[in-house]
């Protein structure tokens, strides 16, 4: 509720309001018909048989007026004269006004078919608000209006409303929060109409780039009958809009763009906008392109990079590439934005614009959407605005209509959630599209935000050429039919004006005939295709993978003195405290390093060389495990303010990398793409995400499949992305127990990715700096533990981390020729149960045993384990032990390894848990006992 110094109920109105429910009382006819259905709705008990202002004030009816006074920027109606009619017009015209600017879009001339009917909008009309027709010839004033200075009919009002709000663009943003914002947006509009200006080369721009996107799609459709392209057709508006993003976006300032989009129309972008040679396409078309990747992929899928000159100078455009999970691209895309706007200074960073291209069923259907939304003005994944393009069909996927693919009005409606403005343009106005795009390339530049822009047009085709789209939508296509696209639409215009002549029309459909048939389709050269990639993923850490030089003791010893030092005023948690005192013991050797120690030394040790480290995930700061305390939160706030502190910031002042850790948003799907975009644009960063829980990264499924496993052998694109996924099984039920090892380990091939389990700090050490420093680029799945990071035996001396590296296989040690001549038994194991094997072993003095660690499965370490098994003469079995159900973990990956390398002589079985629908038991006496069993089967 508002005060009464704001409210448009008090100050001058007050007596006005009194004075119409005294006529009200009087003859309930001499009032307007609103006026009295809100009177009517109040029935207030007066004691004294008058209402005064502070009853109405508190009617939920009379309430919308002050929302809507609230709304449109005005504090009060000006004080009132003896006339009440002046007072009720000025009233009634401020409510219209607010109507138009909150849901004129619903009645705006958005469809280029006309096939369906708008809804009926009865709040758009003056009668609605009490304005009769006695009263249009009526002059009001209205201060804080932008449509004129001074006053003006109330006719002129209407006319104005409806032409600004109700014509080929229709705006959304009264939903923003901030006063200055919707102001913004009301002045932009209001002061204009709506409507553009544009100089007569812009008008020729638009009609070539519309011959461009047309001229491409029929020579394809000629040239290429019934191959799949995703047609453009119907919405050729799109490349309009992209030249127009481009060349504004370069006038305020934006020198990279960053684009993900969907199959429609991808062909006709990446020639038209992003530069892609014709050739290059028409040889995909023709299978004639030379394929250098293991798998390649669909035409459709494919990105490229272009530099695009304007007047105001270059712009690297780049389009990420896809799957056909087309909306899972979207948080890729912001990665890449992310990671490159942080070359520039926190003010300049706006000179990268992502841009996320949506189909209209897309948008508002998928879930990752939701997600990428969500990340927009976070600490760690903001991009400072995005500019979002819906390619609204208006048919959904396939044969949908919109009321099967969403429950909101608009599709666009899922942006409201971060009160991002919305610009509805039809298609068939192109001068439009272009005002959306400068609005909104405007509004991003004013307030650093994200915008919509829905792009209202058809599909001519079916979902792709072999579609027959008519079997069920018959009157759509009726109407498609009929259309004369949106070229021809805009040619005759600019011909009626004068502007041009058939013939020049003609000439510019020519000119970019002409322009494709001069296209060579010779076969590409290996150069040339990967000049086809989206962006250059040359790690410039690679080197042989052979070649590893651990710290040396002094810069060991240093490093671990920084990062457990700590300000003395900084006053932590009991809890923390312990930790920290514990970490400065193992920095003076007093006592082994945990988990917690290797890891805080490994990023140390690559921070220390200037590479920037990178770490995310939901409860990356303190650890989901409370293990890491990356970053310490004083208790003393009085002391410090608010300020944190990260102590691997101080590993080597001025010279080292920049450490981010993030706790991020309760999101899988969407940030784990985000970093998996910040390494494709960011090589030289050392980046990792880590699930709270292993089995986290299950709702992150389609990135593992799409990107991390199969990104090089498709696209080219090498991302060094780490995962790391806590994994073990721990008593406390199928929920968390397992990272889902053998899914990774099935995505293996073509040497795409590493798959670790490491089991001692100094393994996890080494294994962090060879993939940050030495690794050639590919990603690194990492099963991380959880009971191991306080284990007492899962720690390391501090001398331990200058020798050495990380060690594939790790069979027994300090052993003599002749203890290795009592083995009879090698049990193959990798992660956590090693412990308890080793802890069985000495329980039962089972010395003809021996224990083989898998610290990496993939790519499998064949020669090393054949080495382990090789130290043992007197050979008989070979024991995979496991404590996943039989048809999970590693078993089914190392079964063909194993018996390729055990000796004919030697038997080779399986000790484990049978197979199990769920990844572990529910309660803690079912897992000892299952853990039980295992182990004694591996003995036995």
């Given at each position: 509720?508002q005060?009464?110094?704001t409210?448009?109920?008090?100050?001058?109105?007050?007596?006005?309001?009194?004075?119409?429910?005294?006529?009200?009382?009087?003859?309930?006819?001499a009032?307007?018909?609103?006026?009295?259905?809100?009177?009517?709705?109040?029935?207030?008990?007066?004691?004294?048989?008058?209402?005064?202002?502070?009853?109405?004030?508190?009617?939920?009816?009379?309430e919308?007026?002050?929302?809507?006074?609230?709304?449109?920027?005005?504090?009060?109606?000006?004080?009132?004269?003896?006339?009440?009619?002046?007072?009720?017009?000025?009233?009634?015209?401020?409510?219209?006004?607010?109507?138009?600017?909150?849901?004129?879009?619903?009645r705006?001339?958005?469809?280029?078919?006309r096939?369906?009917?708008?809804?009926?909008?009865?709040?758009?009309?003056?009668?609605?608000?009490g304005?009769?027709?006695?009263?249009?010839?009526?002059?009001?004033?209205?201060?804080?209006?932008?449509?004129?200075?001074?006053d003006?009919?109330?006719?002129?009002?209407?006319s104005?409303?409806?032409?600004?709000?109700?014509?080929?663009?229709?705006?959304?943003?009264?939903?923003?929060s901030?006063?200055s914002?919707r102001?913004?947006?009301?002045?932009?509009?209001?002061?204009?109409?709506?409507?553009?200006?544009?100089?007569?080369?812009?008008?020729?721009?638009?009609?070539?780039?519309?011959?461009?996107?047309?001229?491409?799609?029929k020579?394809?459709h000629?040239?290429?009958?019934g191959?799949?392209?995703?047609?453009?057709?119907?919405?050729?508006?799109?490349?309009?809009l992209?030249?127009?993003?481009?060349?504004?976006?370069?006038?305020?300032?934006?020198?990279?763009?960053?684009?993900?989009?969907?199959?429609r129309?991808?062909?006709?972008?990446?020639?038209?906008?992003?530069?892609?040679p014709?050739?290059?396409?028409?040889?995909?078309?023709?299978?004639k392109?030379?394929?250098v990747?293991?798998?390649g992929?669909?035409k459709?899928?494919?990105?490229?990079?272009?530099?695009?000159d304007?007047?105001?100078?270059?712009?690297?455009?780049?389009?990420?590439?896809?799957p056909?999970?087309?909306?899972?691209v979207?948080?890729?895309?912001?990665?890449m934005?992310?990671?490159?706007?942080?070359?520039?200074?926190?003010?300049?960073?706006?000179?990268v614009?992502?841009?996320?291209?949506?189909?209209?069923?897309?948008?508002?259907?998928?879930?990752?959407?939701?997600?990428?939304?969500?990340?927009s003005?976070?600490?760690?994944?903001?991009?400072?605005?995005?500019v979002?393009?819906?390619?609204?069909?208006?048919?959904?996927?396939?044969?949908?209509d919109?009321?099967?693919t969403?429950?909101?009005?608009?599709?666009?409606?899922?942006?409201?959630?971060?009160?991002?403005?919305?610009?509805?343009?039809?298609?068939d106005?192109p001068?439009?599209?272009v005002?959306?795009?400068?609005?909104?390339?405007?509004?991003?530049?004013?307030?650093?935000?994200?915008?919509?822009i829905?792009?209202?047009?058809?599909?001519r085709?079916?979902?792709?050429?072999?579609?027959?789209?008519?079997i069920?939508?018959?009157?759509?296509?009726?109407?498609?039919?009929?259309?004369?696209?949106?070229?021809?639409?805009?040619?005759?215009?600019?011909?009626?004006?004068?502007?041009?002549?058939?013939?020049?029309?003609?000439?510019?459909?020519?000119?970019?005939?002409?322009?494709?048939?001069?296209?060579?389709?010779?076969?590409?050269?290996?150069?040339?295709e990967?000049?086809?990639?989206?962006?250059d993923?040359?790690?410039?850490?690679s080197?042989?993978?052979?070649?590893?030089?651990?710290?040396?003791?002094?810069?060991?010893?240093?490093?671990?003195?920084?990062?457990?030092?700590?300000?003395?005023?900084?006053k932590?948690?009991?809890?923390?405290?312990?930790?920290?005192?514990?970490?400065?013991?193992?920095?003076?050797?007093?006592?082994?390093?945990?988990?917690?120690?290797?890891?805080?030394?490994?990023?140390?040790?690559?921070?220390?060389?200037?590479?920037?480290?990178?770490?995310s995930?939901?409860?990356?700061?303190?650890?989901?495990?409370?293990?890491?305390?990356?970053?310490?939160?004083?208790q003393n706030?009085?002391v410090?303010?608010?300020?944190?502190y990260?102590?691997?910031?101080?590993?080597?002042?001025?010279?080292?990398g920049?450490f981010?850790?993030?706790?991020?948003?309760?999101?899988?799907?969407?940030?784990?793409?985000?970093?998996?975009?910040?390494?494709?644009?960011r090589?030289?960063?050392f980046?990792?995400?880590?699930?709270?829980?292993?089995?986290?990264?299950?709702?992150?499924?389609?990135v593992?499949?799409?990107?991390?496993a199969?990104?090089?052998?498709?696209?080219?694109?090498?991302?060094?992305?780490?995962?790391?996924?806590?994994h073990g099984q721990?008593?406390?039920?199928?929920?968390?127990?397992?990272?889902?090892?053998?899914?990774?380990?099935?995505?293996?091939?073509?040497?795409n990715?590493?798959?670790?389990?490491?089991?001692?700090?100094?393994?996890?050490?080494?294994?962090?700096?060879?993939?940050?420093?030495?690794?050639?680029?590919?990603?690194?799945?990492?099963?991380?533990?959880?009971?191991?990071?306080?284990?007492?035996e899962?720690?390391?001396?501090l001398?331990?981390?200058?020798?050495?590296?990380?060690?594939?296989?790790?069979?027994e040690?300090?052993?003599?020729?002749?203890?290795?001549?009592?083995?009879?038994?090698?049990?193959?194991?990798?992660g956590?149960i090693?412990?308890?094997?080793l802890?069985h072993?000495?329980?039962?003095?089972?010395e003809?045993?021996?224990?083989?660690?898998?610290?990496?499965?993939?790519p499998?370490?064949?020669?090393?384990?054949?080495?382990?098994?090789?130290?043992?003469?007197?050979?008989?079995?070979v024991?995979?032990?496991?404590?996943?159900?039989?048809?999970?973990?590693?078993w089914?990956?190392?079964?063909?390894?194993?018996?390729?390398?055990?000796?004919?002589?030697?038997?080779?079985?399986?000790?484990?848990?049978p197979?199990?629908?769920?990844?572990?038991?529910?309660?803690?006496?079912?897992?000892?006992?299952?853990?039980?069993?295992?182990?004694q089967?591996?003995f036995?």
């Open positions: 509720m005060s009464q110094k409210s448009v109920l008090y100050g001058g109105n007050a007596s006005y309001v009194e004075e119409l429910y005294e006529l009200f009382l009087a003859d309930s006819l009032v307007s018909e609103q006026w009295r259905s809100y009177f009517e709705s109040l029935r207030l008990p007066l004691e004294d048989g008058e209402l005064h202002i502070d009853d109405i004030a508190h009617a939920p009816i009379v919308q007026f002050v929302q809507l006074a609230r709304r449109t920027g005005q504090q009060s109606l000006p004080a009132t004269t003896a006339d009440p009619q002046v007072a009720r017009r000025q009233l009634a015209a401020q409510s219209l006004i607010a109507a138009f600017r909150m849901v004129g879009a619903r705006a001339d958005l469809d280029p078919l096939w369906a009917p708008s809804p009926p909008m009865p709040q758009l009309s003056p009668v609605f608000h304005l009769e027709s006695g009263d249009l010839a009526k002059k009001i004033e209205l201060p804080g209006q932008h449509f004129w200075k001074g003006a009919s109330v006719a002129d009002l209407v104005a409303l409806e032409a600004t709000y109700c014509g080929t663009l229709g705006t959304e943003f009264m939903f923003l901030d006063a914002e102001d913004w947006w009301q002045q932009r509009l209001e002061s204009t109409r709506a409507k553009p200006t544009l100089d007569t080369e812009k008008k020729l721009r638009i009609l070539e780039r519309l011959s461009a996107a047309e001229g491409f799609e020579y394809l000629i040239r290429y009958t191959q799949k392209r995703f047609s453009l057709e119907g919405g050729e508006s799109l490349i309009v992209l030249d127009e993003l481009i060349s504004h976006g370069a006038k305020n300032g934006v020198r990279h763009v960053v684009m993900g989009m969907a199959h129309g991808r062909l006709n972008v990446l020639v038209n906008t992003v530069g892609k014709p050739a290059y396409l028409f040889d995909e078309f023709e299978n392109a030379v394929n990747l293991p798998a992929d669909v459709y899928h494919k990105g490229f990079t272009g530099n695009i304007t007047p105001d100078g270059a712009v690297k455009v780049v389009l990420a590439f896809n056909s999970h087309l909306e899972i979207n948080p890729v895309v912001q990665g934005a992310r990671a490159q706007s942080e070359q520039y200074e926190l003010s300049e960073r706006g000179a614009l992502p841009v996320e291209i949506h189909g209209d069923a897309a948008i508002s259907g998928q879930g990752v959407v939701m997600e990428t939304l969500s990340l003005y976070t600490k760690g994944y903001g991009t400072g605005g995005t979002h393009i819906v390619v609204n069909n208006q048919i959904g996927f396939t044969t949908s919109p009321q099967e969403r429950s909101s009005f608009f599709c666009t409606d899922i942006a409201k959630m971060i009160e991002a403005p919305v610009l509805h343009v039809n298609g106005d001068e439009a599209v005002h959306a795009v400068q609005l909104a390339l405007d509004y991003r530049k004013a307030f650093g935000k994200s915008v919509v829905d792009l209202v047009c058809f599909r085709h079916g979902h792709q050429e072999q579609d027959t789209p008519n069920t939508q018959p009157l759509m296509y009726r109407s498609i039919g009929t259309h004369p696209g949106i070229r021809q639409l805009y040619a005759n215009k600019l011909v009626a004006s004068g502007l041009l002549t058939d013939e020049d029309v003609s000439s510019v459909a020519q000119t970019y005939r002409d322009h494709l048939e001069s296209a060579q389709s010779d076969a590409l050269d290996d150069s040339s990967t000049g086809s990639l989206a962006v993923t040359a790690h410039p850490h080197q042989d993978t052979g070649f590893y030089s651990a710290p040396t003791l002094e810069q060991i010893k240093a490093l671990a003195a920084r990062v457990s030092q700590l300000p003395a005023d900084l932590l948690h009991p809890l923390v405290a312990k930790v920290i005192k514990g970490r400065q013991e193992m920095a003076t050797a007093a006592k082994p390093l945990d988990w917690g120690m290797g890891e805080h030394l490994a990023f140390a040790s690559v921070l220390a060389t200037g590479v920037d480290v990178r770490l995930g939901e409860d990356s700061e303190r650890g989901t495990f409370s293990h890491r305390h990356a970053v310490l939160n004083p706030r009085e410090r303010g608010q300020g944190k990260r102590p691997l910031d101080h590993v080597a002042p001025g010279q080292q920049r981010t850790v993030i706790n991020s948003v309760l999101s899988e799907a969407a940030v784990l793409a985000f970093e998996y975009g910040y390494t494709i644009a090589p030289d960063a980046v990792l995400w880590e699930a709270q829980f292993g089995d986290f990264a299950n709702g992150a499924q389609v593992t499949d799409q990107f991390i199969a990104g090089a052998a498709k696209w080219g694109q090498h991302s060094a992305l780490t995962l790391l996924l806590p721990e008593g406390t039920g199928p929920e968390h127990a397992s990272a889902r090892l053998e899914r990774y380990l099935q995505l293996c091939a073509q040497d990715m590493r798959v670790c389990q490491p089991t001692t700090p100094v393994q996890f050490f080494h294994l962090l700096r060879r993939q940050a420093l030495h690794a050639a680029p590919r990603p690194l799945i990492v099963m991380t533990p959880k009971s191991l990071l306080r284990h007492p899962a720690v390391n001396e001398e331990e981390f200058t020798t050495g590296s990380f060690q594939e296989v790790m069979g040690r300090y052993t003599t020729a002749e203890q290795d001549q009592k083995v009879t038994r090698v049990i193959v194991c990798s956590k090693y412990y308890e094997l802890a072993r000495r329980a039962v003095n089972a003809h045993i021996a224990l083989v660690r898998l610290e990496q499965l993939f499998f370490p064949y020669e090393a384990v054949a080495e382990e098994f090789a130290r043992y003469n007197n050979l008989e079995s024991v995979w032990c496991q404590e996943e159900a039989r048809n999970q973990g590693a089914k990956f190392v079964d063909d390894y194993l018996r390729d390398i055990t000796p004919e002589a030697v038997s080779l079985r399986y000790a484990g848990p197979p199990g629908a769920s990844t572990a038991p529910g309660t803690m006496s079912m897992h000892v006992e299952q853990q039980n069993l295992v182990l089967s591996a036995a």
